[in-house]
């Protein structure tokens, strides 16, 4: 199981939130965006732990099953279709959340997050439930030509 995790499930596994603790020991791949990099990275400039947190973080990318993804030109396809089929549904989300699910439909990776914005996506794979996988088997190409 190759999962991508959003700012928020971090944050439950370095709270040892037992059900998210128990995904992360099970992915063989953990998959952490770029943009969740920046969040975390951001909101620990915010805090008064940054030099801890920065250190857990820096434990955590050392381990040989966590990848950073970083954006390319495919990603940027792929966001562009999101960003389209979201306006043309009415239900925009986060632009940082259009890139994560961007990564995620172009690494065809299931996605672990809290956040019920994510269900207007329905060609996302997800992560719901206690750790069941949803995969959707959905093609949606909102551009018309």
Known sequence: MRICIDTNRY?????????????F??????ILPFITLAELRAGFQCGTLAKKNEGVLTKFLNSSRVEISYANEDTTHHYAR??????????????NDIWIAALVVQHDLLLYSRDKHFDVIPQLSRIIDKGTPFRRN????SCRT
């Open 11 to 23: 944050r439950d596994f370095c709270d040892n939130e037992p059900d998210v603790v128990k995904i």
């Open 25 to 30: 020991q099970k992915a063989e791949w953990i």
């Open 82 to 95: 999101l960003f389209r089929q979201l306006r043309e549904q009415g239900t925009p989300i986060p632009v």
């Open 138 to 141: 959905v093609t949606t190409n």
